[in-house]
C-alpha cells in the first residue's frame, strides 16, 4: 500500500502537465501547438531516457532511485510556473519527465517482487498512479486559483510525501522478504520479443489516444459544454478518475477472464467511447469520457505483467517500457495534434483518435497469454 501511495506521488507529475496547459494558454498567449509542445518536453526526455533505467534494473537493484527520483519529478513541475521564458520551462518539465522516467522501471520490479505474481496487487500498484493522475487537475485548479501560476512551488509537497514513503515502502518490502521462507529458486523462461513488441505496439497506440485526450481534453470540454475552466478541469479529473477505477477492475477481470481477453475487450470499447467524446456534444460528453476511462485503464496493470512475462528475464526492461516508454511515447504525438487543431479545429484534430484503439486491437488479435508467467523469479 505504501508504494502504491508513493506511485500515486510521482504520477501526479505526469497529469499536472497536462493540467497546466489551460492556465499556460490563458496567461501566456500560448497557442495549441506551444501548449501540446510543454507535454512534449517531459515526454520526450522520460521515452529517452526510460528503457535505459530499465536495463540498469535488470543489472543491479537501485532502491536509491525510486525516493530521488520522486523529488526530482516534483521539483520540474513546481518550476514550471516561475518563469515566462517558454525555453526555461520546457527545461524544467523535461527534468520532471527524467524523474518520472528513473522511477517506474525500479518500481515497478519492486512491485512485482512484493505482489509475488498477483494481477489484483499489481493493480492496487497501479491504481495509485492512476489515483495521482485523478488528483492532478484538482490540484493544479486549486493553487493556481490561489496565486496563478507563480503559486507552482507548492505542488513540490507531493513529491516529499512520495520521497519519505518509498523509503518506507522498501523496508516494508525488504522486512516481509527476509521473513519469507527461502524456497527454491526458479530459473525465468526465455524471452518472447516478438509478443513483448506487438503488446509495446498496442500499448502506443492507447498511449496516443491518453496523451491526446488528456492534453486536450479541458480545452476541448469547456467549448463543447460551454461550462467554461470549470467544466474543462471536471472533464480531465472524469478522465484520470475513471482510470483509478478501471485499474482495479483489470485486475479481478483478469483473475475471472484472463488478461488477453479482459485487453482486447478493453481496446475494443475504446474505438466507440473516443468516438462518443469526439462526436456526442452537450454534457453527455462525459459519460463518454467515462467509458473512455474504463477502456484505457482496465489494461493498464495487465499490460505491465504481460510485459513482464513476455520478457522474463529483463522484468526491469518490459516494465520501463509498458509502464514508461510506451506510455511516454503517446506524448510525441500531441505537438501534431496541436498544428492540427490550429489549422483545423480541435474537433477535427481529435478524430484521429477513433482509429487507433482499433489498430491495437487488431495487434492484440492473436497475442497469446505467456506461458509460465504467474510468479516473477525470487532475487
Not at 505496439?201 to 463543447?224: D, E, K, P, Q
Not at 461550462?227 to 485486475?251: K, Q, R
Amino acid at each position: 500500500m505504501l508504494l502504491a501511495l508513493a506511485h500515486a506521488c510521482v504520477d501526479l507529475y505526469q497529469g499536472a502537465v497536462a493540467a497546466l496547459v489551460p492556465f499556460f494558454v490563458a496567461e501566456r498567449a500560448y497557442t495549441y501547438a506551444a501548449a501540446s509542445g510543454v507535454v512534449l518536453a517531459a515526454s520526450l526526455l522520460s521515452s529517452v531516457v526510460q528503457p535505459v533505467f530499465g536495463a540498469l534494473t535488470d543489472r543491479w537493484a537501485l532502491p536509491w532511485l525510486l525516493p530521488l527520483s520522486t523529488l526530482v519529478g516534483g521539483a520540474g513541475v513546481a518550476l514550471a510556473g516561475l518563469s515566462g521564458s517558454y525555453a526555461l520551462t520546457l527545461l524544467v518539465v523535461g527534468l520532471s519527465g527524467i524523474g518520472v522516467a528513473a522511477y517506474h522501471p525500479e518500481a515497478a520490479r519492486v512491485a512485482r517482487r512484493a505482489s509475488r505474481g498477483s494481477h489484483t496487487a499489481m493493480s492496487w500498484f497501479s491504481l495509485g498512479g492512476n489515483l495521482g493522475f485523478a488528483t492532478a487537475p484538482l490540484l493544479v485548479a486549486a493553487i493556481t486559483a490561489t496565486g496563478g501560476l507563480g503559486a507552482s512551488p507548492l505542488l513540490v509537497v507531493p513529491a516529499l510525501a512520495g520521497a519519505v514513503l518509498c523509503v518506507a515502502a522498501l523496508r516494508g518490502v525488504s522486512a516481509i522478504e527476509a521473513a519469507a521462507p527461502k524456497g527454491p529458486r526458479r530459473e525465468p523462461g526465455p524471452d518472447d520479443w516478438p509478443s513483448f513488441l506487438r503488446l509495446s505496439g498496442a500499448i502506443v497506440c492507447r498511449s496516443v489516444v491518453f496523451v491526446g485526450l488528456a492534453t486536450f481534453i479541458s480545452l476541448y470540454a469547456s467549448r463543447r459544454t460551454g461550462g467554461g475552466e470549470a467544466a474543462g478541469t471536471a472533464a480531465l479529473f472524469v478522465l484520470y478518475l475513471g482510470g483509478a477505477v478501471g485499474t482495479v477492475a483489470g485486475g479481478r477481470l483478469a483473475a475471472r477472464f484472463g488478461r488477453m481477453p479482459v485487453v482486447r475487450w478493453s481496446y475494443a470499447l475504446t474505438v466507440l467511447a473516443v468516438a462518443g467524446v469526439v462526436l456526442v456534444p452537450g454534457p453527455s460528453l462525459y459519460a463518454f469520457v467515462v467509458l473512455t476511462s474504463a477502456g484505457l485503464y482496465v489494461p493498464f496493470s495487465l499490460h505491465i505483467t504481460l510485459g513482464q512475462d513476455f520478457l522474463p528475464r529483463r522484468v526491469g526492461t518490459a516494465g520501463g517500457v509498458t509502464l514508461g516508454l510506451t506510455v511516454s511515447v503517446g506524448g510525441l504525438a500531441s505537438p501534431l495534434i496541436g498544428a492540427l487543431a490550429d489549422a483545423t479545429s480541435l474537433r477535427t484534430a481529435l478524430a484521429p483518435l477513433i482509429a487507433l484503439p482499433a489498430l491495437g486491437w487488431l495487434l492484440l488479435r492473436t497475442l497469446r497469454e505467456p506461458d509460465g508467467g504467474a510468479a516473477p523469479p525470487r532475487p
